[in-house]
């Protein structure tokens, strides 16, 4: 690195001072700190990737660095000269311009008691955790030129929110989610400040509009009107690489990365770092016990939310489901939850799955949930005697409805009556059991149709499998699961046997055919074999 003029570094600092209220150096300088029993007695605070934009501090140019956020008064940081906002740059010897949070805190971890740091002050005031305060500390940077052409793509996402109670207030958190993980939870307030921070920092990029300020209570819709608004914000403004990989960004996204170089137990903390680290902790919950909010569409299209465990199971979802929705113990047993595809395909999803994770992972923007509950019952005689109990008449009516709107029930010369008699039914118990005993008369009523995969039957074509009541069908399809007219019929009293072979994703069964002793079978390759089984 290049010699710094000090005469040229004098000019616009503006006298940054240590805890004797000494004047500090402009220029970079080294630092020996002996641990004590308080430990090292500072916090480093930082990107947690590599690399990143050049940036300016008292004309010279260096690579992203992590920073001192806090120092211990009294602490052996203090005694040794080291300042909040101080830009570390080498750590025992070792060059960190660029390094990551984790590489820096391991090197000053994997030193022992004597700790060696070279240091830049930057020419502003103490640096603030604040975001509202960060535009003081970039002034020194405003006369780089940056690049926003250079676009990356993140997988965050704002899929919920939830509740904080405190002695003093309740307020909504949205949840920030990267790849699946949630990383941090904000309040609206906080998207402002980062708004702010972002604009005084890159004051010609045309930054995207914030959802507005709302002076009243927030209904559920204008709630998750917000919430919308706000993922569509996060996304496009983490999609700028140079404005993703800044330290105000990097610093919103990942609040538990400050992190405290101190070994010892006895180590005191003042109120307001006990009282950050609470904050933290509702920001961002890492526990597998955090409840977090889950949205499961219901089979007459509404919605409801739940409360589970982060790694919570079906099982805990749909209990929780069952509870709120006051469903009674028969009409249960009858439903389960499913993972609605983009193939217009449902998944059921297992008893011990994390039906969170799952329904984070395939959560898109606009949509409101991934999650439904559906009918899980194959029994015509059991069903109709379940339409006794008005909620579960209800959700098989609007199961069928729906059914037939998508093409699953073929319908012909009954067309007109059904539409007549379904518009009419809704809300009317009597006219729904008549609508149920029409429908349960046509071609694919309870039947599941599964994506296009290879099978046995057709060695250089694919067959789409349709699982029903009394028989399973193979429809010829090509390779982009268009049908092709043939159909092979297998009913159910024919069927000697089935299984699934895991090693393989294949199930597999064995049939009869009328008139031959012998037992063939057909296999269906797909990563759905258990659950074809299962139906």
Known sequence: ?????????????DGSADANGSQVPPGPRNVIIEKIETGFGFNVRGQVTEGGQMKSINGELYAPLQHVSAVLKGGAAEKAGIIVGDRILAVNGVDVEGATHKQVVDLIR?????????????????????LSQVSNASDDYQDIDYDYTERKTLPISIPDYRTIETAEETYIVFNIYLSGKLICSKRYSQFVDLHNALKRHFIDYPFPKLPGKWPFSLSEQKLDNRRRGLETYIEKVSAVKVIAEHNIMQEFLYPEMEEEINHSENSKHSDAQAHTKQLLAHAAPDSASTEVEMRIQLPDRSICTVCIPRHGSTQHAYEQLVKKMEISEETAMAFSLFQMLDNNFIRLLAPTEKVHEVYIDNYKNGEVTCIAMKRWLFNTKLESQLCHDDTALNYIFWEASDAISRGFITIEEHDFELKTLRDTAKGDPQKQIQYLKAVRKLPGYGSITFPFCKCDARKDGFVIVSVGIKNLKLHACDDHGVLEGNVIDFQWLSVASYDVNHELSCFYFEYEREGKKAKNHQSLYTSLCVYEALC
């Open 1 to 13: 690195m290049a010699d710094i003029d000090d005469q040229e570094d004098q000019e616009g600092f």
């Open 110 to 130: 994997s030193g022992g008691d004597k700790l060696s740091l070279s240091v830049i002050a930057v020419p502003t005031e103490p640096v603030s955790t604040s």
